[in-house]
């Protein structure tokens, strides 16, 4: 088990384990039929990979940033574990705030996880009726704000480069790929839905004006 303050990369065999488990959960939320959708699950994929890459195999991220800034870098040991969190290192390595920020990131990313499977159970045991019990009273489109929870607590918990320029491109996605499921749903079942996006949001369960994705 490695410490905080010990050097934790280059360990590769859980770097493939991490994205095999959280490949396999977005497959099997996502259900790929079209371009589009295996589009969406690539980026997240990419995004998957470049994040638990720099996690815990090779720190594109800090070797980039330490050969820039160099001495006036704001802590002195970049590489050990608790330095590549970017957030700790800008509080000058604050052990404090590592202790803060980590359980926080998990409770957004295991709750992101706890969201999508709740979803995707509601929409399964319907089988092609209209779900508006449950989490759907409060969202439209749970699995995407389960998404989007795991995508801000990864960057909470270890923020990258490149990362952090592939989150509001998947952010764009799934909108997308929201609007064009709706499209189809409004179709399919008319005024029920209609009525229904009337009352309920798109993906944050705060009503507060007209919602955008109407």
Same mark, same amino acid.
């Given at each position: 088990?490695? &410490?905080?303050?010990? $050097?934790?990369?280059?360990?590769?065999?859980?770097?493939?384990?991490?994205?095999?488990?959280?490949?396999?959960?977005?497959? /099997? *939320? %996502? @259900?790929?039929?079209?371009?589009?959708?295996?589009?969406?699950?690539?980026?997240?994929?990419?995004?998957?990979?470049?994040?638990? /890459?720099?996690?815990?195999?090779?720190?594109?991220?800090? $070797?980039?940033?330490?050969?820039?800034? &160099?001495?006036?870098?704001?802590?002195?040991?970049?590489? /050990?574990?608790?330095?590549?969190?970017?957030?700790?290192?800008?509080? &000058?390595? /604050? @052990?404090?705030?590592?202790?803060? +920020?980590?359980?926080?990131?998990?409770?957004?990313?295991?709750?992101? +996880?706890?969201?999508?499977?709740?979803?995707?159970?509601?929409?399964?045991?319907?089988?092609?009726?209209?779900?508006?019990? &449950?989490?759907?009273?409060?969202?439209r489109h749970p699995q995407y704000s389960g998404f989007v929870l795991m995508i801000v607590g990864f960057l909470i918990q270890?923020?990258?480069?490149?990362?952090?320029?592939?989150?509001?491109?998947?952010?764009?996605?799934?909108?997308?790929? *929201? @609007?064009?499921?709706?499209?189809?749903?409004? *179709?399919?079942?008319?005024?029920? $839905?209609?009525?229904?996006?009337?009352?309920?949001?798109? %993906?944050?369960?705060?009503?507060?004006?007209?919602? @955008?994705?109407?």
């Open positions: 088990m490695h &410490g905080i303050n010990q $050097y934790g990369y280059g360990l590769w065999l859980i770097v493939l384990i991490n994205i095999v488990i959280f490949g396999l959960f977005a497959y /099997s *939320a %996502f @259900k790929p039929t079209t371009k589009r959708d295996w589009r969406t699950l690539g980026a997240f994929f990419a995004f998957i990979v470049a994040l638990f /890459s720099e996690m815990f195999g090779y720190p594109l991220t800090i $070797y980039i940033l330490t050969s820039i800034f &160099g001495k006036r870098y704001p802590v002195l040991d970049p590489l /050990s574990h608790a330095n590549g969190h970017l957030w700790v290192t800008l509080a &000058g390595g /604050s @052990k404090v705030l590592y202790y803060i +920020l980590h359980p926080l990131s998990n409770i957004l990313i295991f709750g992101g +996880l706890i969201i999508i499977t709740i979803g995707w159970k509601g929409i399964h045991s319907a089988q092609g009726e209209l779900v508006t019990t &449950g989490i759907y009273r409060f969202v270890w923020p990258t480069i490149v990362t952090m320029l592939m989150a509001p491109i998947l952010l764009i996605m799934y909108t997308k790929l *929201a @609007k064009k499921e709706e499209k189809n749903v409004r *179709a399919f079942f008319g005024e029920r $839905y209609e009525e229904y996006s009337k009352r309920v949001p798109a %993906f944050i369960p705060i009503r507060r004006g007209k919602d @955008k994705m109407r």
